[in-house]
């Protein structure tokens, strides 16, 4: 039995489209869509293990996209949130004002990453990270879009490790 008698052509398309694997089920080092398309359509990042896996081209487009960008520091004060906000001004975008449901477009979130136990020595361990999120309607951290994890000195200020990270990101997409 075919779907459209008159049109097997147009039957062999509608049964293609059909089988088409979903837009999800692509690979995460795909390329993004065309930048007419919307940041909830980018691929989030994944899990496999304990390392976030995330796809830079993904992040570019985002940051190509977006118009605000929010920002969310914890501990909230003044250096990880002036940190926060010249990170924002280098890619050029504005600080979204307000928490309304269509504040950002992006969310930008530093948080610590607390110790796994006694450090000894001066090795380099996990500090921060630094999360890039895309905002849906209520949702300001609906899909994970990017995550840096910045690692140093145990001893280090939390204003340093803010600033490292920053400057780490930056670097990262080549900003100054």
């Known amino acids: 039995m075919t779907l459209f008698p008159r049109a097997p052509a147009l039957s062999a398309i509608f049964l293609a489209l059909c089988i088409a694997p979903p837009p999800s089920a692509l690979a995460q080092g795909a390329p993004?869509?065309?930048?007419?398309?919307?940041?909830?359509?980018?691929?989030?990042?994944?899990?496999?293990?304990?390392?976030?896996?995330?796809?830079?081209?993904?992040?570019?487009?985002?940051?190509?996209?977006?118009h605000t960008v929010a920002i969310v520091s914890q501990p909230a004060n003044h250096a990880s949130d002036t940190a926060l906000a010249s990170l924002v001004k280098s890619l050029d975008k504005t600080v979204a004002a307000g928490t309304g449901e269509h504040a950002a477009d992006l969310t930008i979130r530093l948080t610590p990453i607390e110790p796994a136990g006694v450090s000894v020595g001066m090795g380099a361990v996990d500090l921060a990270m630094l999360n890039i999120f895309v905002a849906t309607p209520g949702n300001p951290t609906a899909k994970l879009l990017w995550s840096e994890t910045y690692n140093g000195n145990p001893d280090m200020p939390w204003a340093s490790v803010t600033r490292a990270l920053t400057r780490q990101f930056k670097s990262r997409l080549g900003l100054k």
């Not at 869509?33 to 570019?60: E, I, K, V």
Request: proline share 11%; charged share 5%; with cysteine.
């Open 32 to 66: 993004p869509r065309s930048a007419g398309s919307g940041l909830a359509d980018l691929p989030a990042c994944t899990l496999p293990g304990n390392t976030y896996t995330c796809s830079q081209p993904a992040l570019h487009q985002a940051l190509a996209s977006a």
